[in-house]
């Protein structure tokens, strides 16, 4: 079912004027001033020419050296939807310098952040999930999202949310569960996925399956691939119309796969055709997941057995234009022709 676009336009009756400005480094100053102002029409203006100020790395420097982080941090939690829709868009647009994203680790924003999460202005939300989301793409940011607390309500937000903060959602979380799963997997969050792979949207699916990927680099994550039941679910994706939707399935098998319980279960799900599959497609760039994932199916009896009748499909894999692939193919090859 389709859902509307989040807009970014303020309410029909908010004065859109622009604060005068002078130029230079005397604006940044004044604006700060005016965002601590009690008045209302002052704070929003000042916070729409912050907006456009902030698109430039420098002055973003200068706003944060000013303390400008300390008074947007307070106006988040202001009652005036405009108030807190720009005081969110200055920092997400903060958030995508390299500059910002430092800055607003250290001066705690995502802990204020954590608590729009229930705004009911979709905006407001999508504001700060796309803050999350560029903040924890550095380590410390993905850190600082796992010390606020943020992984259990970031997952069962994928119930409820719109699809386009889904999918910001969904990234957070693929940088913050390479870190650490434990909070995700007691949150449920491989049900939740499980869920999401047959979701409507190619983003969320492929995004889903990413995270899963993510979650099944763990140890305690395989296991509880396995106890869930997610890899029958993988498998059907094996056969998606979308190529990313491929891969990350692929990928997300490849590390379920690793225990005997995770081949054991791709096994009675019948998982060698559909990778057999990816593997002789030339133009598939999940061949190299899907040959890596076979390899591991070689090492049961059953599996070495079906695969020697295949052989030739691996052996093709060694005239390969990518390297990685003639590596795994020639590993392949080796286990399949092993002889106990």
């Known amino acids: 079912m389709a859902q509307p676009r989040i807009s970014a336009y303020l309410p029909p009756d908010t004065d859109p004027t622009k604060a005068a400005l002078a130029f230079g480094r005397r604006a940044l100053p004044k604006l700060n001033e005016e965002l601590q102002s009690p008045e209302l029409l002052t704070q929003q203006r000042a916070l729409m020419a912050l907006c456009d100020l902030v698109h430039d790395p420098e002055k973003v420097y200068q706003a944060i050296a000013l303390g400008f982080l300390d008074s947007l941090k307070t106006l988040l939690g202001h009652q005036d939807q405009t108030v807190r829709q720009k005081a969110t868009e200055v920092l997400s647009?903060?958030?995508?310098?390299?500059?910002?994203?430092?800055?607003?680790?250290?001066?705690?924003?995502?802990?204020?952040?954590?608590?729009?999460?229930?705004?009911?202005?979709?905006?407001?939300?999508?504001?700060?999930?796309?803050t999350f989301d560029m903040l924890a793409k550095l380590p410390q940011g993905a850190g600082g999202v796992l010390q606020a607390g943020l992984i259990p309500?970031?997952?069962?937000?994928?119930?409820?949310?719109?699809?386009?903060?889904?999918e910001l959602i969904l990234d957070t979380l693929s940088n913050c569960l390479r870190v650490e799963v434990s909070e995700a997997l007691e949150a449920g969050a491989v049900t939740v996925l499980k869920e999401k792979l047959s979701h409507p949207s190619t983003a969320i699916r492929s995004k889903a399956a990413w995270v899963l990927l993510e979650i099944s680099s763990h140890a305690e994550g395989k296991m509880a691939m396995c106890?869930?039941?997610?890899?029958?679910?993988?498998?059907s994706l094996l056969e998606d119309t979308q190529p990313e939707v491929q891969e990350n399935s692929a990928g997300a098998l490849m590390f379920a796969l690793v225990t005997p319980q995770g081949r054991s279960s791709a096994m009675g799900a019948e998982a060698i055709p559909p990778l057999l599959t990816?593997?002789?497609?030339?133009?598939?760039?999940?061949?190299?997941?899907?040959?890596?994932?076979?390899?591991?199916?070689?090492?049961?009896?059953?599996?070495?057995?079906?695969?020697?009748?295949?052989?030739?499909?691996?052996?093709?894999?060694?005239?390969?234009?990518?390297?990685?692939?003639?590596?795994?193919?020639?590993?392949?090859?080796?286990?399949?022709?092993?002889?106990?």
Do not use: Y
Not at 104 to 130: E, F, T
Not at 317 to 337: C, H, K, Y
């Open 278 to 340: 990816l593997v002789a497609e030339e133009t598939s760039k999940a061949r190299l997941n899907a040959i890596k994932t076979l390899t591991l199916l070689a090492e049961l009896p059953e599996g070495r057995q079906t695969l020697l009748a295949h052989r030739d499909t691996f052996l093709r894999g060694l005239d390969d234009p990518s390297e990685a692939v003639q590596r795994a193919a020639e590993i392949a090859i080796t286990v399949i022709d092993w002889k106990p």
């Open 93 to 130: 647009v903060m958030a995508s310098h390299s500059i910002g994203r430092e800055g607003l680790i250290r001066s705690g924003v995502i802990s204020a952040l954590a608590g729009l999460l229930d705004d009911p202005v979709d905006i407001c939300r999508k504001n700060i999930h796309q």
């Open 153 to 166: 309500p970031l997952v069962l937000k994928l119930k409820t949310e719109l699809d386009e903060i889904q």
């Open 227 to 235: 106890n869930e039941e997610v890899i029958p679910v993988l498998l």
